[in-house]
T-cell receptor, first 114, second 107 residues
């Protein structure tokens, strides 16, 4: 158990809908990362937050947005969903958020868009 | 060409064999991560390297910054080592992942 929790574990929805994925970091970790893993693209970095502020942005679509709240949990919002958004979405946390410190991964949310 | 290349893509070994997985990258990095993804999907961070060599149990990771290459070695492999091993490099503000190496260790 990494100490990082993600909810829900599974999500099935329809094209055009909007969903919110939630992540709670390990106790004491200030940084949260979001990743997408699809069968054809592999793992891709989406976005990173550190202590409530956006720190780095990767291949995140404009239809997607994220935030980190004062209690350090984070949410990833996916809107106008398309079939191609079906993927595993992982959240990870780390203490310093440098990208060069160990990241602890949550169990992932499997999103299926029908 | 991908910025992070792993080889081999798939690897089958007999229990007890010594295993090497390679990662080459073409960008400047500040750190390199090795991750293990279990068949159930969970991801565990194995190593973070910026230079030299690290060892944890039967796992050894090395990095050569000049050659832009890292290796992950598994000694005395065991069926429980069966997983996908993923290399990721930290560039400016970003983590770039390799496609992974799927390892299967047969008893």
């Amino acid at each position: 158990d990494s100490g990082v929790t993600q909810t829900p574990k599974h999500l099935i929805t329809a094209t055009g809908q909007r969903v919110t994925l939630r992540c709670s970091p390990r106790s004491g970790d200030l940084s949260v990362y979001w990743y997408q893993q699809s069968l054809d693209q592999g793992l891709q970095f989406l976005i990173q937050y550190y202590n409530g502020e956006e720190r780095a942005k990767g291949n995140i679509l404009e239809r997607f947005s994220a935030q980190q709240f004062p209690d350090l949990h984070s949410e990833l919002n996916l809107s106008s969903l398309e079939l191609g958004d079906s993927a595993l979405y992982f959240c990870a946390s780390s203490a310093q958020g440098t990208g060069a410190d160990t990241q602890y991964f949550g169990p992932g949310t499997r999103l299926t868009v029908l | 060409k991908n910025e992070v290349e792993q080889s081999p893509q798939n690897l089958t070994a007999q229990e007890g064999e010594f295993i090497t997985i390679n990662c080459s990258y073409s960008v400047g990095i500040s750190a390199l991560h090795w991750l293990q993804q279990h068949p159930g999907g969970g991801i565990v961070s194995l190593f973070m390297l910026s230079s030299g060599k690290k060892k944890h149990g039967r796992l050894i990771a090395t990095i050569n910054i000049q050659e832009k290459h890292s290796s992950l070695h598994i000694t005395a492999s065991h069926p429980r080592d069966s997983a996908v091993y993923i290399c990721a490099v930290k560039t400016q503000g970003n983590l770039i992942f390799g496609k992974g190496t799927k390892l299967s260790v047969k008893p």
